[in-house]
């Protein structure tokens, strides 16, 4: 009884939310409906670019958290495939999909797009298109698969939740061959870029200064969780970098302390689980501890020092030539080095192997020795080519390509 009442509540807040949307609409153009899973900067990007389409951005945890209600633990986790799911779980939350569809009858909906189709509530959705005849496009937001995964999570998406879109556009062609090993054939993976690196040419945001007292020198911290990267048959043996990661933290605090003339962002991935731990811990004047998926882009281009470890931040940090330390002193990291992305061996950053080498280089910054940064022209060559094995043409026109490939995909 209670269960139903709950899925009566979810279906009338689903109606609610979606009525209470106010986009530019023109019947007379193709509409895309974006899916928001914490890919803000990317859709910004798109539909910046956008010139023809009707763009409807979703916010996609608020318009299917119902979803839960239908699904096991195991299945929303990947720890099973999703078609160990019941059958009749499955249909009824397709049928929950297709009020989802009715709710958005108002608009003429031709394409979905969406960062992945693995999560536990699409694939009904995706299955719900297909029956009206819309696409759904992925648009890849992770391009920095590690070694380990590159195999092993390849295997488990394969094997649980295989690709069932329409077309899958990607940041390189690291990232398609990693999903042709998922199951993708290669007529379906077109190499894109990521669009969000279009920000970095046409985009200059001040949002960052309303969390800070005045506008100072930035210094950005990106935080990220205690097993980032760690395989998870590791992390379930207690594994993680987490006494790096207190060190390196605590030590972002105290130069926040020491130098009041800057301010500092320590940035917590989007779906990081300790954001209001960091919050109560780190929180200061000049400290700001922020989550979410709209300001990376800023804090890159703001920033005078970026310190951070295994994100994408590092990547597009190095596309911006800011200064980078990557700390890589944890006990755990040697025997992780193959499993890891390789900043350890990337060229043209500040790679610290001891939390003493670390805040060596910090000192010397914050006296204005820059030293540790000054990187010989073949140096800045090599980090260019470290830079394209993950990011393709991050030259402000990735969000056109985007177009103009859908374009011919929806004659």
């Known amino acids: 009884m209670i269960r139903n009442i709950k899925k009566i509540i979810y279906r009338y807040l689903v109606g609610k939310y979606i009525y209470g949307l106010n986009p530019e609409y023109d019947p007379t153009k193709k509409t895309i409906l974006a899916l928001n899973h914490f890919y803000d900067q990317d859709l910004r990007a798109l539909a910046r670019a956008n010139k023809k389409y009707n763009f409807i951005i979703v916010d996609a945890p608020r318009l299917v958290r119902g979803g839960k209600l239908f699904f096991s633990n195991d299945v929303i986790q990947i720890d099973a495939p999703y078609t160990d799911e019941s059958e009749a ?3 009824a939350w397709k049928m929950e999909c297709q009020h989802i569809y009715k709710f958005l009858g108002r608009y003429k909906i031709d394409i979905i797009i969406t960062p992945s189709d693995i999560f536990w509530w699409i694939r009904e959705f995706i299955a719900v298109g297909h029956d009206n005849d819309i696409k759904t496009f992925v648009v890849d937001k992770e391009g920095l698969i ?3 995964d590159f195999n092993a999570e390849a295997k488990r ?6 690709f069932i879109s329409d077309h899958i556009f990607v940041w390189s062609d690291r990232q398609k061959q990693y999903w042709q090993k998922i199951g993708a054939s290669e007529n379906k993976i077109t190499v894109l870029g990521q669009p969000r690196s279009d920000l970095f040419h046409c985009e200059q945001n001040k949002a960052i200064d309303r969390y800070f007292n005045c506008s100072q020198p930035l210094v950005t911290l990106f935080s990220y969780e205690d097993t980032a990267y760690v395989p998870p048959y590791l992390a379930r043996q207690g594994i993680s970098w987490k006494a790096m990661k207190t060190e390196t933290h605590d030590y972002v605090f105290d130069l926040a302390k ?3 003339e800057y301010n500092f962002v320590i940035k917590t991935h989007p779906q990081q689980s300790d954001l209001t731990l ?3 811990k780190y929180q200061r004047d000049n400290l700001a501890v922020i989550g979410g998926a709209a300001v990376a882009n800023e804090l890159i281009q703001r920033s005078e020092l970026i ?7 590092v990547i597009e940090a190095m596309f911006m030539n800011k200064k980078v330390i990557y700390p890589c002193w944890d006990d755990n990291y040697q025997d992780l080095i193959n499993d890891v992305l390789p900043f350890h061996d990337a060229p043209g950053i500040a790679v610290t192997k001891s939390f003493e080498d670390f805040k060596q280089i910090c ?3 914050f006296n204005q020795d820059e030293t540790d940064f000054n990187f010989s022209e073949e140096e800045i060559k090599q980090r260019d080519e470290f830079i394209n094995k993950y990011l393709y043409k991050p030259d402000g026109n990735v969000s056109l390509r985007f177009f103009g490939a859908i374009d011919t995909m929806i004659q």
């Open 258 to 260: 020491n130098n009041p």
């Open 89 to 91: 779980n499955r249909r």
């Open 157 to 162: 998406i394969r094997e649980r939740v295989p």
């Open 278 to 280: 960091l919050r109560e």
């Open 146 to 148: 590690s070694p380990f």
């Open 363 to 365: 000192r010397r910054f």
């Open 307 to 313: 310190i951070a470890f295994q994100t994408t931040g």
